[in-house]
């Protein structure tokens, strides 16, 4: 009989396929953005770390295996990767030390978070500094000695160094058509947004690879991606100055592909059964389209997560009295 692993070192085991996951993407976000992706990561990953390592301390728990489970980095890595490129220091160290405190630690530390903890830190970050969030910086911007004046406020970023993302370009449009935008706008590629189109290639990828991996299964970003295809093909009026974009350009914008195989699929905030996880990701993958089309966000990923996780315990009930019918 097969020794069996303890639980810590499976759950260390697959933290690390999911960070080893992330590297696609993260290295398609540094060659369209530049260095500010990994100061992003450097950043977010240290105070992650010191967070953990402190409140452990002032909990009176071992500090090595809390760390050694890689939960504090998968989610510092996640959430560096979700904020915009070149921010400020002080956001990304308030957002990591937000998402471990608020989104971890309150509720008990690992395996007790009602919601994901990166897409708790980035909703409080965006809520509180919105002009910060939506400074997401044109593909190819800056080299590494700007990027760090510009992270550490030393020098003032160079003009145009940002702009309007496709998704928001999208939402607040009133006069031009799809195909004039796609054709003439620089925040649009060739058929999602510029630059973020090969990202979510980049993050289906290693989306892909985590499947393989049975690190989760198929139910939530299955649910969460079809059901944006759909509300999207449904909503979709052509290429008219008030179309809200076809589904192809809604799945390979924003932060589609990350938050379908590396946010939606959390496995503590969301549920527990299949039928759960379907229903949860049918209910992102609507939500985001709804907050991209009518809300006052552009992309809408965290409060999309953060909405359906408080929507889990409804969803276990719903599948297990559907499980007690099908056994009677």
């Known amino acids: 009989m097969p020794r ?14 999911v960070l080893l996951a992330t590297l696609p993407g993260a290295l398609a976000l540094l060659w ?21 390592t402190l409140v452990l301390r002032l909990r009176r728990q071992p500090v090595f295996p809390g760390l050694n489970d890689g939960s504090a980095l998968v989610s510092a890595t996640l ?22 405190l608020f989104g971890k630690h309150l509720w008990g530390g690992v395996g007790s978070n009602p919601f994901n903890p990166a897409m708790l830190g980035y909703s409080l970050m965006l809520v509180a500094f919105p002009a910060h969030m939506s400074q997401w910086p044109a593909p190819h911007g800056m080299g590494v000695l700007d990027g760090l004046q510009q992270v550490f406020g030393i020098h003032p970023a160079p003009d145009a160094w940002a702009g309007a993302t496709a998704l928001d370009s999208l939402r607040i449009n009133k006069s031009l058509t ?16 510029q630059g973020t189109e090969w990202v979510n290639l980049a993050f289906l990828a290693g989306g892909l690879f985590l499947l393989q991996q049975r690190v989760f299964t198929w ?9 944006l295809f759909l509300v999207s093909l449904l909503c979709w009026n052509g290429s008219g100055s008030d179309s809200h974009g076809s589904p192809l350009f809604h799945l390979f914008s924003g932060a589609t592909m990350l938050g379908a195989f590396f ?23 609507l939500l ?13 990923v965290a409060f999309a997560v953060l ?13 297990e009295a559907r499980q007690r019918r099908q056994s009677a």
């Open 263 to 285: 946010i939606a699929t959390e496995p503590i905030s969301g549920a527990r059964s299949p039928l759960g996880r379907l229903l949860f990701g049918v209910g992102v993958g």
């Open 288 to 300: 985001v389209y709804l907050i991209r089309t009518w809300g006052g966000y552009p992309d809408g």
């Open 219 to 227: 139910h939530a970003p299955v649910g969460m991606l079809a059901s």
């Open 307 to 319: 909405l359906m996780n408080l929507g889990v315990p409804a969803l276990d009930r719903l599948a």
């Open 178 to 193: 799809i195909d004039e935008l796609f054709a003439h706008h620089p925040a649009f590629g060739r058929f999602g947004g």
């Open 79 to 100: 959430l560096a990767l979700a904020l915009p490129a070149y921010c400020p220091w002080w956001l990304s160290v308030a957002a990591a030390a937000s998402a471990l």
């Open 32 to 52: 369209f953005y530049g260095w500010g992706v990994a100061l992003n990561l450097l950043l977010c990953g240290i105070t992650a770390v010191a967070v953990e």
């Open 4 to 17: 069996r692993e303890p639980v810590d070192e499976r759950l260390r085991q697959a933290m690390m396929r």
